[in-house]
């Protein structure tokens, strides 16, 4: 295979004003092949995104080079040819939104490279089609949600049909069906010798590619086959193995036909045996939710937004919710199901249109509600962190609502406490530039504004969207804790298992409306026929179905592993007994 990409000793550093320069890269050497399909991994700022960039060439290296298919990037005279070859689709994707429409957007990169309409249209069509927004070709393409902003910019670079195409954390803001859209779509770019770098923080995505990059600090900390690389520690390069590869590992105890190296879902679920021991009724699953009187109802809430205009969207109807004191309660349902809708009228953002909604005893249809007491009491995380950041310096961002809502306590050991209780060293942190962030950084610095007040209640829209494996067990153990000291904390999510098996109690959305709520337990007890078929049964839960099919007297239900391997060790005993 000819060499695409080769890069010689290249390191990059970004120049801030006024501080130290920060160097992203250092002393880079890699070759890529034409045809390769490639994951890259690693912790929060450790380079994956600037790398991204240095290869479409975006960024130049300071010293070192790269040159693609033989052209240096240093030349800018290279860089019209380079950047139709190297696509690359942004970790913030409306950065690269550059017309109002869908279809002019798709467009503007093949007008740029001058064919013929026919063949800019021939394009178009096929990259919106490709893309899933076939539908939504004359929408605005400001007025996208962030899962359909990202599929609007796969299109602009399927429309440029690129040699090699850069996925910078793509599936991050999608639903698992849409993640598995961008996968498959991978996958089949791959096979028509499209050359994929595939960003992620999903250890069971970076599992299906062909050869695994380990990013650490600035360099690379390892290359290899998947197998070679999550056979070893990642966990020292703040990466953990892929779910299937720990679940293989603890189940071969009680099953040691399982093989050695098994790496994806299918692999594992593929060598589930059949059971063969004696049947037994299987017993329940343990649960110790504790009901205690609710802090949030909302009676057949309705929101609709741009109401009287040919947009208007309808995002709630006829919504009833209650969310117990105390607990850690998760929305869970497709992009566009309400969820960052319905969070955003727990915090007295957008105020009902219809129906009834009372948050900590406050009447929110209340024009006269007192907004600034409800904020101290209830904080706000939004899903795309960019949104909420106010201030030129983390420490002042992080401060910022704090300092509007009055904060009485000392600031600055609150701050301090927020920043480390994500992962971020105050004194590192403190005075960095908030523009200058990575993709991670800017998620932690909008999670710890968050929590400095400890407020009573915390909504977190899809909170560990962006995090590396360890940042996402971090911030998920101080969650845990705020929990046990009493705070209400509502998540949404499009399904991180971390998250739902930690919850006290789940509620299912569906275009605008809870479709079922209960226990995590009772919610997938179902083996998901409650389910939107969009959304994804936690890990455990689809292995513990398959336990189910082939035999094994496994309680319906279970959502976290530890419980799946105590039962399968319980039934093992009992039948070799
Ligand atoms: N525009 C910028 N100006 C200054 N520093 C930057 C800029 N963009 C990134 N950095 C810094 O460079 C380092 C590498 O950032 P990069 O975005 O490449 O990391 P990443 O591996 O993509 O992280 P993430 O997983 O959070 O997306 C980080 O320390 C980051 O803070
Ligand atoms: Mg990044």
Redesign the pocket.
Known sequence: MPELIKIENASFS???PHAEP????KNIRLSIQSGEFIAII????????????LLNALLVPESGTIQINGMNTRDSGNHTAIRSMIGMIF?KPQDQIVATTVEEDTAFGPGNMGLSPNEIRRRVNSALSASGLTDYHDRPSYLLSAGETQRLALAGVLAMLPQCIIF??TTAMLDPAGRDMVMRQAKTLHEQGTTILF?T?LMEEAAQANRVIV?DN?KIGMDGSPNQIFSQNVETHGLEKPIAMTAADKLRAYIPSLPEQILTNEELFSHIPTFRGKQSVPQQVQEQTSSTAPNVTAQNLSYTYMHGTPLQHQALKDLSISIGSGHMHGLIGATGSGKSTLLQHFNGLLRPHGGNLSVLGMDMNNPKLDTQSLRRQVGLSFQQPEFQIFNQYVGDEVAYAARQLGYSGTLEAAVRSAMEAVGMDFGVYKD??T?????????KTALASALVTKPDILLLDEPLA???PVSRREVMGYFNRMHQEGMTIIFSTHQFDEIISEMDAISVLQSGTVISSGTPASIFSGMGTNLPGDLKPPFANVLSIVFREKGWPVPAGIVRLNDLINSIAAITKMAGA
Not at 22 to 25: D, K, N, R
Not at 42 to 53: D, E, H, Y
Not at 435 to 443: A, K
Request: glycine share 20%.
């Open positions: 970004y120049h801030v920060i160097q992203a890269l690693g912790a929060n700022g450790s380079g994956k995104s600037t790398l991204g960039k970790q910078d954390e960003i923080h990013m600035g960095r530039l523009y200058s962030l990575s993709g991670g950084e800017l998620r962006g995090l590396d």
